[in-house]
Nanobody
Framework: QVQLVESGGGLVQAGGSLRLSCAAS????????MGWFRQAPGKEREFVAV????????GYADSVKGRFTISKDNIKNTLYLQMNSLKPEDTAVYYC???????????????????WGQGTQVTVSS
């Protein structure tokens, strides 16, 4: 049974940093691309960042490029999102997700991810 459990969210002032973690179990984590997505109140869930199965390539939404860094530890079965220079518009529930295909470079589409965590709240105050 696939399980993805996010942690690390919280309340931070604008300009601050947070590091989100996603602990994975129930599947061969090292073989799958992983992604981070977020959903703000009243808005649709949107892509934030993706990392390929082996960590060799990454991709980011334009809104977070240069501020967020995605990484995965295939020994600890954990996905990370380092978030720096946070802005109030980054406020959302953040979700990690596993890509549906093995050995993928990943993608930016929610439809390509079939396992999701429960989310962790990030609130950035101005």
């Amino acid at each position: 049974q696939v399980q993805l459990v996010e942690s690390g969210g919280g309340l931070v002032q604008a300009g601050g940093s947070l590091r989100l973690s996603c602990a994975a179990s129930g599947f061969t984590f090292r073989s799958y691309a992983m992604g981070w997505f977020r959903q703000a109140p009243g808005k649709e869930r949107e892509f934030v960042a993706v990392i390929s199965w082996n960590g060799g390539s990454t991709g980011y939404a334009d809104s977070v490029k240069g501020r967020f860094t995605i990484s995965k530890d295939n020994i600890k079965n954990t996905l990370y999102l380092q978030m720096n220079s946070l802005k109030p518009e980054d406020t959302a529930v953040y979700y990690c997700a596993a890509h549906k295909d093995r050995y993928s470079r990943g993608s930016y589409s929610l439809l390509d991810f079939d396992s999701w965590g429960q989310g962790t709240q990030v609130t950035v105050s101005s």
